[in-house]
């Protein structure tokens, strides 16, 4: 068996995204949430920022994926028509910095040249009525204040015309807890996963992202302390589990992280998830193949089929002549 335990390193470097990217996104969300916390108009119902998504997980890959920033206000939920207007008044003071803003379901989605950034709006009934709870949002970026970890937010889903309920803190921490019970294994788990997608069909889109991650979460083998024979263990295991579904015509319920009540998949469809499936099964015995591989070479050329030209080919073995080289040197020198 080749584990190749230094190929999957290098491989998992190559997909990360570059350094320089994660400045671009540094810079972007850090000017954006001084410009919301200072704004004339916005900063009167300004309370807080703070990242989620895979850029706050750690589980992007390489270019990199959009900055999600959670804007945390003190604006009233219960009047009626109270979502659309609140999305409105983020929209408008993110406008008057920003040239190209576009509306998203649950979401302002900002294009720069160098980043993109997904901005949402969010409040909480506590927050009007509890002082140490907005106090604790302050710390929003850590998972120290247990007031704040055991909170939903409501956030207005333009689509519906409401408020629904969203709790990023504890989806950050499901994965921080997974990926600690599986010794640091999970996240560069989700990154293979989440490439092996990526270069394995452009069509259709879905699924990806954060139910890619879910589905990883759902079925991580947590014993495995190697990234080769944890790949395989997860698509044996996505194979076991959702089958039956794709046979059946159905797609399976993945409850969010953070609000179980949430299904992450309700936009999966059977056709995308049916396809999800029949990639699954046809990388699964190849990558088998590639564990199994005794010869160093091989391994690493079956692997290069499963995640493409990013992870590491084997050097290529020395050749040396057919018969021995003589000195070039004159007659009669030692």
Sequence with gaps: MANLPSYFRDFLSEIEPSPSYKEDQKNGHTTLRRRLAEDGDFKVVHVNTFLQGS?????????????????????????????????????????????????????????LSYVMMDVVLATSRRIRKDASFAASLFKADSLDSDDWTSEP?????????????????????WTSELNAACGGYFVPLVKMFKWWRKVTYDTPKYPKGYVLERLAGECVDTSKRDHAEGFVALLQNIQAKYVGYALAGLVPILPDAGVPSHNVAHRLSVADFKTFMERVAEALPIARAAL????????????????????????????FPPTPVRPNKPAGFA
């Design 55 to 111: 850029y706050r997980r750690n589980t992007a890959i390489h270019p990199g994926k959009d900055v999600d920033i959670v804007v945390v206000t003190s604006i009233d939920p219960d009047p009626p028509g109270s979502a659309s207007a609140a999305n409105k008044r983020l929209g408008d003071c993110l406008k008057r910095y920003y040239r190209n803003v576009a509306p998203q379901s649950r979401s302002w989605g900002i294009t």
């Design 153 to 173: 937010l409501l956030i207005p889903d333009r689509d519906l015309g409401r408020w629904v309920e969203t709790h990023p803190k504890r989806q950050l921490a």
């Design 292 to 319: 199994d591989e005794k010869d160093i070479n091989k391994s690493a050329e079956g692997w290069r089929r499963v995640f493409g030209d990013k992870f590491p080919a084997a050097p290529e073995k020395a050749s």
